[in-house]
């Protein structure tokens, strides 16, 4: 399970933790999230012996394709987050309200029924989705409702990585990540605790505290 969290814009630091030993057992400072860090992070842990069986990641792009060989779970929350930035709580469109209620099944779904539904809404919407609107002057155009069409797309590309943990149910493989989430919230809540720490020394301390995962 990797993922990266941030104090400031340019300082991250890189973890990867393992659900079912419920440790953190790799992490490194980065100046950004890149999938590349994931890339160094599997090599590394992969020559120190460790084996990758499956792996849940925060549906950023890019990031399934570091665990192409293996199954890969995309975080429910982090799917149904992005969905909800394009559409908000409230959407103002019936489509964006009934796509809307077709995310907010997700967690309690399966991929066949899921399917259906997403597949329905666009055989429904898809004319609207795919509504253009010209730059009056120009030869330029934009869709019309690109928000919902985003969120439509979003729901789209990460649909076979939605329900892999249905289908590995012997590697007991979460929907979300919300045990390295968590674990990140406590980490920065006492780190927090220690103001005025130079960047070396601040990097001990939330590296001690990983450790004691």
Same mark, same amino acid.
């Given at each position: 399970m990797p993922d990266t969290t941030f104090w400031g814009r340019s300082y991250g630091v890189c973890v990867f933790r393992s659900w079912n030993l419920k440790r953190n057992i790799w992490w490194n400072e980065v100046p950004g999230e890149k999938v590349a860090h994931y890339y160094y992070g599997r090599k590394i842990l992969e020559e120190g012996g460790w084996v990758f069986l499956a792996a849940v990641?925060? =549906?950023?792009? =890019?990031?399934?394709t570091v665990f192409k060989d293996i199954p890969v779970q995309i975080c429910h929350f982090h799917q149904m &987050?992005?969905?909800?930035k394009y559409l908000t709580r409230r959407p103002e469109t019936l489509a964006g309200q009934e796509l809307r209620n077709i995310m907010l099944t997700l967690p309690k779904s399966n991929e066949k029924e899921f399917t259906k539904f997403l597949n329905d809404?666009?055989?429904?919407?898809?004319? /609207?989705?795919?509504?253009k609107t010209k730059v009056l002057g120009t030869k330029h155009w934009?869709?019309?409702?690109?928000?919902? #069409? !985003?969120?439509?797309? !979003?729901l789209?590309?990460?649909?076979? /990585?939605? /329900?892999?943990y249905q289908k590995y149910p012997e590697l007991n493989i979460p929907n979300?990540?919300?045990t390295i989430d968590g674990y990140f919230a406590s980490v920065k809540k006492k780190v927090a605790a220690h103001h =005025?720490?130079?960047?070396?020394? #601040?990097y &001990?301390?939330? !590296?001690?505290?990983?450790? &004691?995962s």
């Open positions: 990641v925060d =549906g950023r792009r =890019g990031l399934a &987050k992005n969905v909800t809404w666009h055989k429904q919407w898809k004319d /609207f989705i795919n509504e934009y869709y019309t409702h690109k928000k919902v #069409r !985003s969120a439509y797309k !979003s789209e590309t990460n649909l076979p /990585f939605l /329900f892999t979300t990540t919300n =005025g720490l130079r960047k070396d020394r #601040r &001990k301390v939330i !590296s001690e505290l990983l450790n &004691k």
